[in-house]
């Protein structure tokens, strides 16, 4: 099994910044794509930003030139730097890692969810 735990949400003003953090742990033996989703009430969960393990990202037109995806491979650990924040961005964030578990012989995929960590921007 694999357990992420998200971290880094809270309340912040227009304009702030925010830095989210999810860490995976288990017997993971490959990562290969990291990301980040949200969502708002009543709306979709939607793509905020991914990565791959090669270092390929991939932003929603919201997210570009203001959030920024990067990985730690050492620490299984996605993180999700979001600047100039804006009240529409306001949302349950969740992470998603997938990759494989078990060992070389014996090797089962996942696609793992973060439990959400609430981000909400004041006007």
């Known amino acids: 099994q694999v357990r992420l735990v998200e971290s880094g949400g809270g309340l912040v003003q227009s304009g702030g910044s925010l830095r989210l953090s999810c860490a995976a742990s288990g017997n993971i033996f490959s990562i290969y794509h990291m990301g980040w989703y949200r969502q708002a009430p009543g709306q979709q969960r939607e793509l905020v930003a991914a990565i791959t393990s090669g270092g390929t990202t991939e932003y929603a037109d919201s997210a570009k030139g203001r959030f920024t995806i990067s990985n730690d491979n050492v620490k299984n650990t996605t993180y999700l730097l979001m600047n100039r924040l804006k009240p529409e961005d306001t949302a349950v964030y969740y992470c998603?890692?997938?990759?494989?578990?078990?060992?070389?012989?014996?090797?089962?995929?996942?696609?793992?969810w973060g439990q959400g960590t609430q981000v909400t921007v004041s006007s």
């Open positions: 998603n890692i997938k990759g494989t578990f078990g060992t070389w012989y014996q090797l089962t995929g996942f696609s793992s």
